[in-house]
């Protein structure tokens, strides 16, 4: 028999109940009840599975079509409208499966932008990429992996793209492969790191191989190891000299060489100097670039200080070189050697003429140095061009200044003990239309003429060549006045109211009256002394030969005498003194 039960409650009851003893609710004849009946607790249990079942059955749906390859493709589309590249970088994957970076998912854009979208279905493919929550199949966006490589591996070189250090894919002694990178446009750096200096260099690389070749980083990066040499070494080869490589001192053989050394990297981003140990200090030279693999590096003579030097020598030459043909003096000069000095006491002077004269100008040629290197010393030569105005003139004369423009080879020396440069030597030099120096130095244009002191020594050097000639035409005619007994020989040379006129008269007939004559065997005038503005008192030393009737003998007088000038000529006053010596 079935068993009944409350159909508000569930209490079973006996067959011949007619309401439930449990709420008192009526029970139904024996045969409306049905073979299961539901309670209200399990229509709620049934409700709740209905609709669980329903949101199962919607979220299925979705996920499928949310995962589904059309959908997948489509949001990828939309985010490369967007230009979105967090949504590429979650939608995109390797051929291995691996995320792609922030970086190659911006890379992709920049491709996408310089190729057009066009490009994106030869490169990528929808693939099944593992499980949604572990149902549903998932797809992603994969990518034709893409590799570069470089052809010339060289220790201490690298490539960074976009910024990053990647792992090398794979190297050998032909090439090294970088990869697998998304497709795109990368910004690729050479990063050189060597022994002697590192630097780097930029490009870019597009890697859209639909085929997975690997890309060649066409970036031209010539590497190889150098060999130095000095090319002017001959010069300097008894001073230290160095290639400076970085702040590194290398050293060189003998014929100015370094040994192999690098890699470098020959595009001139990296340079070398010289370096050379000089008497007047180091020297560094200017950077030459390094752009092959046998470099000829020239050593410079000079440092900027020291050359800065040198033109203030030269200028400093150039304003004393006409004080002291002015002045007939080398006193004027404080940067010329003893040497030269003496050069110009021997050269440079005129006896005859004054000289007045400016410096105007000084072109130096920075180009034309060249280095000096003997036993007794060491310095450098220097084409430089002097520009004065000035005239050789009499005294008297107003001087009539003209251009006067010569180019000089210029010595110098450079003294240690006062640590400044001296002009030891200068010739000149045959260049046609003149020099183009790479300095011009104004001169200070300043006239100089004779000096008091020159114009005196002038005097002074004229009138004693006035008095030696004088007083030798004297002595003679009074020889010549002895030996003929004839007192008109000397009576021009005697003034007519001094007392010299009646001692020689009365000499010479004194000497013809013993019978004694004379012959001069040389004058020579030691002093002239000034008395007043016409006279002078002169002394000479005279030798004579004195013949007698019945013998002879050489005698040697020192005699001063007081000549005047009258009527512009020279005349003997009187015979102060006369003495064998």
């Known amino acids: 028999m079935m068993k009944r039960f409350c159909q508000e409650c569930g209490t079973e009851a006996a067959s011949d109940h007619k309401v439930c003893i449990n709420c008192g609710t009526r029970l139904p004849a024996e045969t409306e009840v049905k073979s299961k009946l539901m309670t209200r607790r399990q ?3 049934w409700g709740i599975a209905g609709i669980f079942l329903v949101i199962v059955i919607a979220f299925s749906m979705w996920a499928n079509s949310y995962q589904s390859p059309e959908s997948v493709q489509k949001r990828f589309t939309a985010a490369v409208s967007k230009k979105d590249h967090s949504a590429i970088q979650k939608l995109l994957v390797h051929e291995d499966g691996s995320a792609v970076s922030e970086t190659e998912a911006k890379a992709f854009l920049k491709l996408i932008k310089q190729e057009g979208k066009a490009v994106a279905s030869e490169l990528l493919t929808v693939v099944q990429h593992g499980k949604f929550l572990w149902i549903y199949d998932a797809h992603k966006m994969e990518t034709v992996d893409q590799f570069a490589y470089y052809d010339q591996p060289a220790d201490g070189l690298a490539f960074h793209f976009n910024g990053k250090e990647l792992a090398e894919h794979s190297r050998n002694e032909e090439q090294v492969v970088y990869g697998p990178f998304a497709p795109g446009v990368y910004v690729i750096e050479a990063v050189f790191k060597g022994e002697y200096g590192s630097t780097t260099k930029k490009d870019s690389l597009t890697l859209a191989s639909s085929e997975r070749d690997y890309t060649w980083i066409g970036m031209e990066l010539p590497i190889s190891k150098v060999v130095f040499t000095i090319d002017n070494y001959y010069l300097l ?21 370094t040994k192999e050394l690098g890699p470098f990297l020959l595009d001139g981003s990296q340079k070398v100097k010289t370096v050379i140990d000089l008497p007047w200090g180091e020297v560094t030279s200017k950077p030459s670039i390094v752009d092959s693999t046998h470099m000829s590096v020239p050593a410079a ?4 200080d020291h050359y800065s030097q040198v033109k203030e020598t030269l200028k400093k030459y ?5 004080k002291a043909l002015a002045t007939k003096s080398t006193e004027a000069f404080s940067v010329v050697t003893t040497g030269l000095k003496d050069r110009f006491e021997d050269e440079a002077f005129s006896e ?5 004269g400016s410096f105007e100008e000084l072109q130096v040629d920075e180009s034309s140095i060249s280095m000096i290197n003997d036993e007794k010393n060491s310095g450098i030569s220097i084409l430089a061009q002097y520009q004065f105005n000035a005239d050789y003139h009499e005294l008297s004369e107003t001087p009539e ?3 006067l423009v010569d180019v000089y080879s210029v010595e110098l020396n450079f003294n240690k003990e006062s640590n400044q440069w001296l002009i030891s030597n200068w010739d000149y030099a045959r260049i046609w239309g003149g020099l183009e120096g790479t300095d011009v130095i104004e001169g200070s244009k300043t006239l100089q003429g004779p000096s008091k002191d020159a114009v005196a020594k002038a005097e002074s050097a004229q009138l004693n060549k006035e008095m030696t000639e004088f007083v030798a035409n004297y002595t003679e005619l009074s020889v010549a006045a002895i030996n003929s007994r004839d007192f008109s020989y000397i009576e021009d040379f005697i003034t007519d109211d001094g007392p010299r006129r009646k001692e020689a008269s009365e000499y010479i007939e004194y000497l013809d009256s013993k019978g004694i004559t004379e012959e001069l065997l040389g004058t020579n005038v030691e002093t002239v002394e000034l008395v007043d503005e016409t006279s002078w008192k002169v002394t000479s030393i005279e030798e004579f030969r004195i013949i007698k009737p019945d013998s002879s003998d050489v005698k040697k007088f020192r005699t001063t005498i007081l000549v005047k000038r009258i009527d512009n000529r020279l005349l003997v006053h009187e015979l102060i003194s006369t003495k064998e010596i």
């Open 43 to 45: 229509k709620v249990i």
């Open 318 to 322: 150039g304003e004393e070189y006409p």
């Open 301 to 304: 003579i000079l440092s900027k």
């Open 237 to 257: 080869d008894s001073f230290d000299a160095f290639i400076l490589v970085n702040d590194r001192k290398v050293p060189v053989d003998d014929n100015g060489e």
């Open 352 to 356: 005859d003429l004054f000289y007045s």
């Open 401 to 403: 200044l003209e251009e």
